[in-house]
């Protein structure tokens, strides 16, 4: 027969005539520079990624890990002329107003997610989504603004809770929008065999449903956390700043961005120097608290399985 005769094998649907040896040759070795360029390609996009973050905390380190020691953790700012000095009372005003301010914006945020993406149906739903969306394109000293007229003035005073409530209201938007989105990635079949035992809507959303998505909603709360952690501008209207020790929430008070603002524009070259130190130590605490939540979520989701 033929060397190139139609056989009823080879006309058969689906048929692929062999490869020589050349042929596959030349096949693999295009799939192995493929993979390899694929590979390449990820991992150059990988380091772009983390390159200025890198950049950023190398610089702040070179600048100023100089300036930090233990007075610098320890003591009250000193004036102009003074040696030393330190900004514990930023750091502990810092905490305060971000606790307040989580209070304020995790269950606020989370509860909004919650609903658009297990109840929001219809116009209502849409309105919260839209605003939701607005509100995170705004500007925060206006966010700042708001809060001086809704807390400041009735007041008639600054205070750590108007500064927490400014910040707050910043976070509600990005923890809601990132609920809804990993909330609607939970398969509905989980939410099925829930309601298939017996189980109310509303417990099977917070016990399973809300449960398996644990993970993407405390990705999104610290997402939310990281961006007021550094704001200045909402607090230059509320909590205003104060150079002493205060820890009544109702009063004005520190906060290490404000410090940092302070030390920023001013003209001496020492308050410069604690600028940097203010800059390294509240990038070391943004990145301490997201790991060590993300840690402490892990190991609890990890005990719970």
Not at 67 to 93: D, H, K, W, Y
Not at 192 to 218: D, F, K, Q, Y
Not at 229 to 238: H, I, K
């Amino acid at each position: 027969m033929p060397e190139n005769s139609i056989t009823p094998e080879t006309s058969a649907p689906g048929f692929l005539p062999e490869r020589s040896q050349s042929d596959q040759r030349l096949l693999d070795f295009r799939r192995r520079v493929t993979d390899r360029l694929a590979t390449g390609f990820a991992i150059l996009m990988a380091v772009l990624v983390v390159a200025p973050l890198l950049a950023v905390f190398g610089y702040l380190v070179v600048r100023g890990v100089g300036s930090l020691n233990l007075a610098f953790f320890t003591r009250l700012p000193v004036p102009v002329g003074e040696q030393g000095g330190g900004v514990a009372n930023a750091i502990v005003g810092s905490v305060m107003i971000l606790g307040i301010a989580s209070i304020i914006g995790v269950p606020w945020g989370i509860g909004a997610g919650i609903y658009l993406a297990e109840y929001g149906r219809g116009s209502f739903a849409a309105v919260l989504r839209f605003t939701a969306d607005v509100l995170n394109g705004v500007p925060s000293i206006v966010i700042g603004i708001v809060a001086y007229a809704l807390v400041v003035l009735p007041q008639k005073h600054f205070s750590a809770l108007s500064g927490g409530v400014a910040l707050g209201i910043m976070m509600i938007p990005t923890i809601t929008r990132a609920t809804e989105e990993v909330l609607l990635l939970v398969p509905l079949a989980i939410r099925e065999a829930a309601w298939g035992l017996g189980v109310a809507r509303w417990r099977s959303t917070l016990s399973v449903t809300l449960r398996t998505a644990s993970a993407g909603v405390i990705t999104a709360v610290m997402l939310a956390f990281a961006r007021i952690a550094g704001e200045t501008a909402p607090l230059l209207f509320t909590a205003f700043g104060n150079q002493f020790w205060n820890l009544n929430p109702n009063q004005p008070t520190a906060a290490l961005p404000l410090q940092l603002f302070v030390y920023a524009i001013s003209p001496f070259d020492e308050w410069h120097r604690l600028a940097w130190a203010c800059a390294l130590v509240l990038i070391v605490l943004i990145v301490g608290a997201v790991a060590a939540v993300r840690l402490a979520a892990s190991h609890g989701m990890m005990r719970a399985s």
